[in-house]
């Protein structure tokens, strides 16, 4: 158990496009995702957080316009990077609690989505 | 405000060799606390948690942590580190509240084994 996947695993995109990133709990249904980036050799940082049906709650210095995250189904989140700069470029990781016994008080992760932006 | 300290930021240990790795944290009631392991390029997957109980915790892949409330610890240590243990190990502390657990990370410690 406690299996989440993310998808893309990295991607390339250019300047002022739109980046879409989904975060998949796959065999738990996920109440609550996080949302961090990591700098390389740097920890992770919270961006924000969500539960299901709810607006996501942003980390203070996050854009919460910027970054977009819906968290429509128990299953599944997403990570909207809008009009991306080459300054956005990063590790985003996901995370997931939810309501399965093994998954009331940890955090699970995905693989992480490496973003470049050119 | 709670923190996370890992002083080591680079060790090195030799195949076989026991490993100890540091965690002090911050907080003001007993934490919950995590160490996750993250290799090149991945997620972070968990090695272990304690909540309450035996100070002494179990985790995956033969490691296990001592809380110490006293010294406000939880060291990481496994006692023959094998070439495949090589990564990067985040020691994580946090709050249970209001249905969802908000950690924070400390800045990691990289492991490098050597033959």
């Known amino acids: 158990g406690a299996v989440v996947s993310q998808h893309p695993s990295w991607v390339i995109c250019k300047s002022g496009t739109s980046v879409k990133i989904e975060c998949r709990s796959l065999d738990f249904q996920a109440t609550t995702m996080f949302w961090y980036r990591q700098f390389p050799k740097q920890s992770l940082m919270l961006m924000a957080t969500?539960?299901?049906?709810?607006?996501?709650?942003?980390e203070q210095g996050v854009e919460k316009d910027k970054f977009l995250i819906n968290h429509a189904s128990l299953t599944l989140s997403t990570l909207t990077v809008t009009s991306a700069h080459p300054e956005d470029s990063s590790f985003y990781i996901c995370?997931?609690?939810?309501?399965?016994?093994?998954?009331?008080?940890?955090?699970?992760f995905g693989p992480g989505t490496r973003l470049t932006v050119l | 405000a709670q923190s996370v300290t890992q002083p080591d930021i680079h060790i090195t240990v030799s195949e076989g060799a026991s490993l100890e790795l540091r965690c002090n944290y911050s907080y003001g009631a007993t934490p919950y606390l995590f160490w996750y392991v993250q290799s090149p390029g991945q997620g972070l997957q968990l090695l272990l948690k304690y909540f309450s109980g035996d100070t002494l915790v179990q985790g995956i892949k033969g490691f296990e942590a001592e809380f110490k409330r006293s010294q406000s610890s939880f060291n990481l240590r496994k006692p023959s580190v094998h070439w495949s243990d090589a990564a990067e190990y985040f020691c994580a502390v946090g709050p249970l509240s209001g249905g969802y657990q908000k950690v924070t990370f400390g800045t990691g410690t990289k492991l490098q084994v050597i033959p």
């Open positions: 995370s997931a609690m939810g309501l399965a016994s093994f998954s009331t008080d940890t955090q699970y």
């Open positions: 969500s539960n299901e049906g709810s607006k996501a709650t942003y």
